[in-house]
């Protein structure tokens, strides 16, 4: 069949409206598909108080600027992490979700309990920072040196509060008090960071490790008296406190990392864009000084360096768990 002159005119317009039409809804589909194009969200997986929540907090203005973004904070606290960083495994990789966790997203792998894989189920972004641990204790408590606790935990049955079973403070505490210093210390295990130093401020119990940033402020107010840190150096926030290892116990270099990650099978170009944005955030003066103020030591590190160092820290807390014989409650 053919058409007339008429007929072949108003198909040819017909088809150049569509083709109009078209184009006019692949520019829009097109801009849907730059990415980020939604509120993106950055899952904390412990409640309020601790290292991840204070770095995302500091970061938070500058990244959602350098992104171009609104960006939400969720905390999902419980069982050590473990509850809010499974809900991240289990998202569709679209990089609108970033995990920003601690040392325990490698510790709890050691424990059947972890229900995820770090290797297989998330992608790095990067180490944002790490900070030390410390010991602090209740300014009731008649001691002013960790030797004078050890000697009164001797004799008198004594717990400490932790940030979580199975996190990095708990470990260090338990390898301190009961493999080196060999003294029973009971555990009591909060839901996060600002939990456990509110624990040891009202007095129950007397004694807690943590990450640093968690009772920072509390011990500058004087409401606990930090005894020991398991940096290398004294730290500048702290110049008072003597390290573990001044105090003889030079194996304990123990640190809580914050780290970012992703879905596994986010794109490449959304993994080096979240790691563009937070290395160039967390490289600017006024960000670095506030972080630092925290006892933080700024990392930033590569993707690339982030997997290896998640494979040496999964070997070395590995070997911390088999040495002390925790069970993650």
């Not at 008198?156 to 338990?174: I, K």
Request: proline share 8%; aromatic share 6%; charged share 15%.
């Amino acid at each position: 069949m053919f058409l007339k002159n008429s007929d072949q005119s108003s198909s040819l317009a017909r088809r150049s409206l569509l083709a109009c039409l078209a184009a006019g809804l692949v520019a829009p589909l097109r801009a849907q598909t730059k990415w980020p194009n939604k509120v993106l969200r950055i899952v904390i997986p412990f409640v309020p108080g601790g290292p991840p929540d204070a770095v995302a907090r500091l970061i938070l203005p500058k990244l959602s600027e350098n992104l171009g973004q609104s960006i939400v904070i969720d905390n999902r606290g419980g069982a050590g992490g473990n509850i809010g960083t499974q809900l991240v495994a289990k998202l569709p990789p679209d990089g609108n979700t970033l995990l920003l966790t601690t040392t325990a997203f490698v510790i709890n792998t050691q424990f059947p309990e972890s229900n995820y894989n770090a290797l297989t189920d998330f992608l790095p972004v990067t180490i944002t920072a790490t900070q030390s641990h410390v010991i602090v204790v209740h300014p009731s408590l008649p001691v002013k040196t960790l030797a004078e606790l050890v000697t009164m935990a001797r004799t008198n049955p004594m717990a400490f509060a932790t940030p979580g079973s199975g996190t990095a403070p708990h470990l260090t505490a338990e390898r301190f008090f009961n493999l080196v210093a060999k003294v029973n210390m009971t555990p009591i295990h909060y839901r996060g960071a600002g939990l456990a130093v509110g624990a040891v401020v009202a007095g129950e119990p007397k004694v807690g490790c943590m990450a640093i940033a968690g009772p920072l402020q509390n011990i500058k107010a004087g409401k606990l008296r930090a005894l020991a840190v398991s940096s290398s150096q004294r730290l500048a926030t702290l110049p008072d406190v003597p390290t573990l290892t001044e105090l003889g116990y030079a194996d304990i270099l123990d640190s809580t990392w914050v780290g970012a990650f992703l879905p596994n099978g986010t794109p490449s170009s959304i993994q080096a864009r979240w790691y563009e944005a937070l290395s160039q955030v967390l490289a600017m003066p006024d960000i670095q000084e506030k972080i630092q103020s925290f006892a933080f030591d700024i990392i930033a590190d590569t993707p690339a360096h982030t997997s290896e160092y998640v494979k040496e820290e999964m070997q070395r807390w590995g070997d911390v768990i088999r040495r002390t014989g925790i069970k993650i409650e």
